[in-house]
C-alpha cells in the first residue's frame, strides 16, 4: 500500500526558506517519477516540480516557471523521501503542499509566506 506523508511546512517571512520531506512507503522509490504539487486558498491544485522521467532516468527534474530557480527537488534513495527545498519565498507561494504519485497524495503541508 502506497502511503505519502509530508512534512516540513510552516510560516515563513518573504524572502525566507523551507524545505519540505515526503515520506515514502509501498513501492519502489528510486525509480518513480513523483511531484510536488500544491493548492492556495481558493485555487485548484496547482502542479510545482517532478523528479524522474520515463525514457530519460529517475534524476531529472522539471519545474514550473513560477518557481523555476527558486526551488530545487531531490530523493534520498536510502531513506525513500523526496524533498523540496525553497529559497526566496514568496507570499504567492502560500498553499498547502503535497508530494504526489499516480494520483495518490499525502495530506499535505502547509507552507504560509508573510510578514
Known amino acids: 500500500q502506497m502511503r505519502l506523508v509530508e512534512s516540513g511546512g510552516g510560516l515563513v517571512h518573504p524572502g525566507g526558506s523551507l524545505r519540505l520531506s515526503c515520506i515514502t512507503s509501498?513501492?519502489?522509490?528510486?525509480?518513480?517519477?513523483i511531484s510536488w504539487v500544491r493548492q492556495a486558498p481558493g485555487k485548484g491544485l496547482e502542479w510545482v516540480s517532478t523528479?524522474?522521467?520515463?525514457?530519460?532516468?529517475?534524476?531529472?527534474?522539471r519545474y514550473a516557471d513560477s518557481v523555476k530557480g527558486r526551488f530545487t527537488v531531490s530523493r534520498d534513495n536510502a531513506l525513500n523521501i523526496l524533498y523540496l527545498q525553497m529559497n526566496s519565498l514568496k507570499p504567492e507561494d502560500t498553499a498547502v503542499y503535497y508530494c504526489?504519485?499516480?494520483?495518490?497524495r499525502g495530506q499535505g503541508t502547509q507552507v504560509t509566506v508573510s510578514s
Open positions: 504526489e504519485k499516480d494520483g495518490w
Open positions: 509501498g513501492f519502489t522509490f528510486s525509480s518513480s517519477i
Open positions: 523528479i524522474g522521467e520515463v525514457g530519460v532516468g529517475p534524476d531529472v527534474t
